[in-house]
């Protein structure tokens, strides 16, 4: 919600809706006890379309299965008392009684002394008979008789009629989901349809005028409508039938009457957006006019996803996300799903758990539960799990994450080498093959594609060039990109490698400094023509990169010790300069090549910077390094990173 | 399929089909080989109805997410070189541009030196600045100034451009299974619509004259198609679009055009049913004209599911499912399952596995691996595996176990006691809260309903009295449901219990002699009598119970030594008494009473069984077992055993 912002600076106004901050699990307690227990409402399918759903009533079976004695071999039907004593050395011959069944053949003749009825695999066992000769065991005594060859017990190949399910007994209970085992059962009484838990419908309403549904054209300084989508998913995924009613625009009364329609048509109603305070007031204005008893809980000691907001409107929940996408997924995941499953008739969600070891230390505020999103690498002793260090406004922060991990409420921290129990996002672990910490690069992407289309799991946690050596070092990865000048030795990388790594050469990037096409004021020159120029315009603001990077090393070069406006605009990535530059925040800053393409820049080249990698050694004969080493060799590994504007090593 | 049954007895002729057989391993080798590699078919759909399908190719970011440096709290921007020295002591003051950037509000002003722009959560940067001041560290000077009360680092509050996202970065590969997160990911990135696998159509065509549709009239002899239902179910639960086709009449040309238009319209062509070897013969013909290389593997050397056939016919896996339940879904679900996942651009389902021991020797023949069908309960020392004891012609052996171990072609049995691998079907094992081993009953599903529907997993497992006794004995169930009259003190159950074991009262079954209730011969008379009758007519035949049995005492005592006509049927359970008698395949047996009513019989009462409890001890206070107590002692659970025709003890 873009309301026109209004800073509130005094701190005691500000503060005060946060009075009402509940633990997260009172606010849990809370919200569940306003909805349950509640009466689901059921609806009847036939089977085919009751797949995943819960049965909202005990099933009992109408009948036997199977519904009669049956045959369970082709051969014949006779009276074992016939043929107990029976044997290759002493053959009984009996007369065929000219009736054959068939699978689907009511038998007509009973099977009297001294007779057999030839039967098929399936076929219901005649009145008199009660045993079944394999037809391997007879011999043809001309056309109307059999010599049997082996002795029969009562009984023998017959499944008798209820021996797989009972007229009678309890089939399946309500809650049970609808599998295709379930159904294998329902069909095999011939029940066509069952009563299932209506789905309950969601309504989801985005909020916000920065945002842009997918598919349209990004305007400036609006931004995609991710948790709409993200959350209409989910819903899915958890036994909700989703209803996406897009983004509402920002104004009150058009707000309260979608909400007010949504709510109507709806179980349940989840905002979501409002990434700013000032606007999260317009909703739960709102929805304290929607019904009773109105929210439940408004901000939740928890993080991610402090400005969680609860509510039951007249028995119906109405929730407001957080609008950070990774806030928004995990208390959606943490709070909302139990709820939505549990009107669906849905188990909980059973979550796998797995130990691991976090390898650096995390700060955690006292006083709310703290859930840390991690990536999962397998280490010498175990498995390693990695923060996110992106944030809870990242969307990747969740969705490239294997688990998150608590931090109870009275911990200020997780020390580094900290045994965690980390909860899994999917069923299973799927532990990377091929793990890459280090500096992150468009090109690594290029070289790992093979891998990928061949199934590995390459995983590339992007913690920087010092980042990744660190990891190299403790053996918590396979290879660590950097690019580091040594300006003693005037050389890249290989000073910086310790015992037990090698280096292994990547690629050239070409670095230099971006501008827009039709500034006039760079067209044309050298880089250092360049920085001279806007050094001399006072009007001229310049983007920098952070402390350490390697292209940080070239502009303060370039610089001399000037500190133009813009100086302690540092962003981290190549990508952010060239936005900066293309976004008018700056006119000039230090990228590559590539970068400065696909941004539309113009692009004065400077110095080639050195992407290798530091590869541990005791994990070189791995398969997917093995794999990965051969990738960067190939000939179309290479040509694909020279068609992508770097130079192979 | 049921072609009218001619038994070829002549051994020689009828193995020749087996000289074929393939181990399952080299069937599995040689099918996939015929399909794979192969181009998967791609089809593009908007990100909602992507939910589950695999991405066909690479997904490359188009844009930066964010695309823009935003501010991560409401505040101010401002130059961090401007607030460098600020604090509580030594607040700065800055004067507003009297701008205020809300989300989605591009800045049009840049900061300049000594001066703030207010801005919102998610609001862009504005240029100038480097750093947000959080609102709650300032103060309002005035309408057009502020106080800053603490200092900025560069970059304070700023998520960069990219940060989230890189432009050009691979964000989702080939393969990747689209779920809400990847959903998030490419929502955030303005991605509408994916290009993902096309799912697989697959055919199912049910054969076989005896089969009758779920919701249909079940003839004589006729038995509901289990095997189309569970097909279709699980063809849509691994990634298929499945079209069931019914079942088509027994009849080889209409067969072939039925086959023939269905494999032209789909990808893959599965046929179920055929239980009985002359029937697979057509479809095996039809098979061989429908396209090159025909079959590959006609019988595998597995339990169950030897009878299963593989085919290629011109690139389309053609597969014939055994005709028996359990074979056909077993085998489903291990030989045709990976060949539809793969072809819907699905990974290879993990099968997640636990340790359990075998309490019981289980046989295998040697020569062909074995699978058999497991449902897990808890002992003292970890899971128990016990066999499902009904075979492969019944439905329940596959659809209520809890997964399946392995016994290798060369062994000849798994000996009791053994440590076995269980494959679980679903990924977390759900071990039951109450397990329940013995003789079944359908009183007893009245009683554990209420436990049924608070969440509690019952299991039972139906062994018969003596198994039951014997598995609380090596304390692997919490009760064991008994009925074994004691000869020597004319009583039922106590004098069978042993140390450990307490008995608990359960309720009295009534049984008595049934009959069809228009036979005059039975109509009016004692028990007594009625046997009296039974034995003066040659063509009367009975239907005893099985060794063992506590019914077959009172019929042995009834009959006094006579063995009539039937006496050597001994199906193991009371509805098949009743099915008998009711099918005219006997005339009399002996059954209890509810059996008796639902069956539609007369029914002459003669005694009363009872039916108890053998609790181990050891057990007793466990949450379950005290629920089971106390929903038999209820008024609610005696009241629906009383309504059902038992008498609570």
């Known amino acids: 919600m873009s309301q026109p912002f209004t800073p509130k600076p005094n701190p005691s106004v500000e503060q005060d809706q946060f009075l009402t901050i509940l633990s997260r699990e009172e606010a849990i307690a809370r919200f569940e006890a306003a909805l349950f227990p509640r009466q689901l409402p059921s609806e009847t399918r036939l089977l085919a379309d009751a797949l995943g759903r819960a049965l909202a009533e005990d099933v009992v079976a109408p009948i036997d299965v199977p519904p009669f004695d049956r045959s369970n071999v082709d051969g014949f039907a006779v009276r074992s008392a016939d043929v107990a004593h029976a044997g290759e050395a002493a053959p009984v011959q009996l007369a065929l009684n000219g009736e054959t069944i068939s699978c689907g053949t009511a038998p007509t003749l009973p099977v009297l002394p001294g007779i057999a009825t030839a039967i098929a695999t399936g076929g219901p066992v005649p009145r008199g008979a009660d045993a079944i000769v394999m037809v391997e065991h007879t011999q043809p005594v001309g056309h109307d008789a059999i010599e ?159 400005p969680l907001c609860l509510a039951v409107c007249d028995g119906k929940p109405v929730v407001i996300l957080p609008g950070f996408p990774t806030s928004a997924m995990f208390t959606f995941h943490d709070m909302i799903v139990p709820v939505l499953r549990r009107m669906a008739g849905l188990p909980p969600r059973s979550d796998a758990k797995v130990a691991a070891k976090v390898p650096v230390r995390i700060a955690s505020e006292l006083g709310r539960t703290e859930f840390v999103m991690v990536s999962l690498v397998e280490g010498a002793d175990g498995l390693i799990a990695y923060p996110s260090g992106k944030g809870s406004g990242a969307i990747t922060s969740f969705a490239q994450a294997d688990g998150f991990l608590k931090i109870e409420a009275l911990a200020d921290q997780l020390p580094a080498g900290s045994d965690a129990e980390v909860t899994l996002f999917t069923p299973h672990v799927r532990v990377p093959d091929l793990v890459i910490v280090g500096s992150h690069c468009t090109g690594l992407d290029l070289v790992t594609a093979p891998l990928a289309h061949a199934g590995l799991v390459v995983r590339s946690i992007a913690v920087g060039s010092l980042g990744g050596l660190a990891a190299a070092k403790r053996g918590e990865c396979d290879l660590a990109p950097i690019h580091l000048f040594d300006d003693k030795t005037g050389t890249y990388n290989a000073p910086y490698l310790a015992d037990g790594l090698e280096l292994v050469p990547g690629w050239r990037r070409m670095q230099g400094i971006v501008f827009r096409k039709d500034d006039a004021r760079f067209v044309g020159l050298s880089a250092e023509e360049a920085v001279r120029a806007a050094l001399a315009d006072p009007a001229c603001i310049m983007v920098n990169r952070n402390q350490g990077a390697g292209t940080r090393i070239l502009i303060d070069r370039l610089l001399g010790g000037h500190r133009p406006d813009g100086y302690w605009n540092q962003p981290r990535s190549h990508n952010a300069v060239a936005a900066a530059v293309a976004q008018h925040r700056a006119d000039w800053g230090m990228t590559i090549a590539p970068v400065a393409l696909a941004s539309g820049l113009g692009f004065i080249p400077l110095a080639e910077e050195h992407y290798d990698f530091a590869l541990v050694t005791a994990r070189k004969q791995r398969p997917a390094v093995q794999a990965f080493l051969d990738a960067l060799a190939s000939g179309e590994g290479r040509a694909a990173l020279t068609a992508a504007g770097f130079r192979p090593a």
């Open 148 to 306: 049997v060859r082996r002795a029969a017990s009562p009984g023998q190949f017959v499944s008798y009629a209820g021996s797989d399910i009972a007229r009678g007994e309890a089939l399946l209970r309500a809650g049970a989901i609808v599998g295709s085992r379930e159904i294998g059962m329902l069909a095999a009484c011939g029940i066509a349809e069952v009563l299932v838990t209506r789905r309950p419908r969601v309504a989801i309403v985005s909020t916000g005028d920065e945002l842009v549904q997918p598919g349209e054209k990004l305007r400036p300084a609006a931004i995609y409508d991710t948790n709409g989508a993200i959350v209409t998913a989910a819903i899915a995924e958890n036994g909700g039938d989703a209803a996406f009613l897009g983004a509402i625009a920002d104004n009150e009364a058009m707000l309260e009457a979608a909400m007010r329609k949504a709510l109507a048509d709806s179980d349940m109603l989840v905002l979501s957006g409002g990434t700013s305070k000032g606007a999260g007031d317009v909703s739960h204005r709102i929805i304290a006019r929607l019904g009773k008893p109105g929210i439940i809980a408004h901000g939740v000691a928890l993080k991610p996803g402090k």
